[in-house]
């Protein structure tokens, strides 16, 4: 064969392999819903009614035995015509899910995408209360109902997963994003208490280390949501009691600065120091800016001015000094925490481990996190102030 025929071989090769490679590249997993079918003997149901539900795919060889809970996010309802509304969505109701969910990130099956969980059972859990799997209430004013059920919620899915292989977990990792990531916070030490006393157990919040701080009117716009959601939807009988009973307002445990302090089993944190969702509805929520003179800001942090950086960089300074205490004395606790405008960062592929994802001191998240739970390395990962980071990708919703 001379040089021009193997070369025409070997495209004709190529060319016939292409659809082959590009379905394998684009190939996504898609996990079928599960509802928890005897939900209603516990109490448990979606601010409308229905059935709780999770998506379970299973582990295989040597990570068979051990488990991935994820929380899914979604923000919250804190009044009554907020919880009605929602409870026609997605985020009320498994009536309204998708029926399969896309598993990527800290989920993927994939070992070269996800080497350290790939082949462990993985389940996301849906989110359909409202008050981060923490509330045990009802409204029922005779012509509308509302099931506040998310402590009921939780305890179902776990009681619904432990006879599938739950109870005799290894190694297991108790995660979530966002209102998720709020939650794993709440139930980190109560998910422990499920599991066998020789299992290693952990916990990671992603994006759910939400800030009790003032706007830039000086207003508490997310201490005053927080006090609204736990109110409504019986969430302080849930919080941990040692918090409570050491704080003049109970509810603030709601928040996880406050609630870290007491948590016992070993705690990674994953966040942004300029999160977007505390950057839009925190500090500078619409309200403290009726004249929009933070939209382009908000839009893209380049076009920030010199004053709304500063505001930036101490949001970021009040954040770190709500960690420091648990940056200098937790010895098994993790942190990363970058300088992206991101928001959730463990289920995305391009965020959690890809040859681009964003990194700190030459560290992807993914390996941050392996280190901290199967390496025992001491991993705290603090990024420099924005923008020093060119790695990020400033994801702006």
Not at 132 to 137: D, E, K
Not at 139 to 144: H, L
Request: glycine share 6%.
């Amino acid at each position: 064969m001379n040089a021009a025929v193997e070369i025409v071989f070997i495209l004709v090769l190529l060319l016939s392999f292409a659809p082959w490679l590009i379905c394998a590249k684009d190939r996504r997993l898609e996990v079928k819903m599960t509802l928890v079918q005897n939900a209603s003997v516990h109490g448990a149901f979606c601010l409308d009614g229905s059935l709780p539900a999770y998506h379970l795919h299973r582990g295989f060889g040597a990570g068979a035995r051990n488990w991935l809970l994820q929380f899914e996010g979604g923000g919250w309802c804190n009044d009554i015509p907020s919880c009605l509304e929602r409870a026609q969505t997605r985020r009320g109701s498994t009536r309204y899910m998708t029926k399969y969910e896309i598993f990527s990130g800290i989920l993927s099956n994939n070992a070269s995408l996800n080497p350290d969980f790939y082949n462990w059972n993985r389940v996301k859990i849906r989110y359909c209360d409202g008050a981060s799997f923490a509330g045990n209430a009802k409204f029922d004013n005779g012509t509308s109902s509302l099931y506040f059920r998310g402590q009921k919620i939780w305890e179902a899915i776990i009681l619904d997963l432990l006879p599938k292989g739950l109870a005799n977990a290894r190694k297991a990792l108790l995660s979530g994003c966002s209102a998720g990531g709020l939650a794993t916070f709440l139930h980190c030490d109560e998910f422990t208490k499920y599991l066998p006393n020789n299992a290693s157990v952990k916990c990671l919040s992603d994006a759910g280390f939400f800030l009790d701080e003032r706007d830039i009117s000086l207003n508490h716009t997310m201490r005053s949501l927080y006090k609204e959601i736990v109110e409504l939807q019986g969430v302080e009988q849930n919080l941990d009691k040692n918090c409570t009973k050491s704080l003049y307002i109970p509810e603030l445990c709601f928040f996880p600065q406050y609630a870290l302090r007491y948590i016992t089993t070993p705690f990674f944190i994953l966040n942004s120091a300029y999160d977007v969702f505390q950057f839009h509805h925190i500090l500078v929520p619409p309200s403290a800016d009726p004249r929009g003179h933070w939209n382009r800001c908000k839009l893209n942090p380049a076009a920030c001015n010199a004053h709304q950086i500063d505001v930036l960089q101490g949001f970021r300074s009040d954040m770190l000094s709500a960690l420091r205490f648990f940056f200098a004395s937790s010895r098994r606790g993790g942190m990363f925490i970058n300088s992206c405008f991101a928001h959730c960062q463990s289920e995305s592929q391009d965020t959690w481990f890809a040859v681009d994802s964003p990194r700190v001191h030459n560290k992807t998240i993914a390996e941050a996190v392996g280190d901290w739970y199967f390496r025992g390395r001491v991993t705290k990962e603090i990024d420099c102030p924005y923008p020093c980071n060119n790695s990020c990708h400033n994801l702006i919703p």
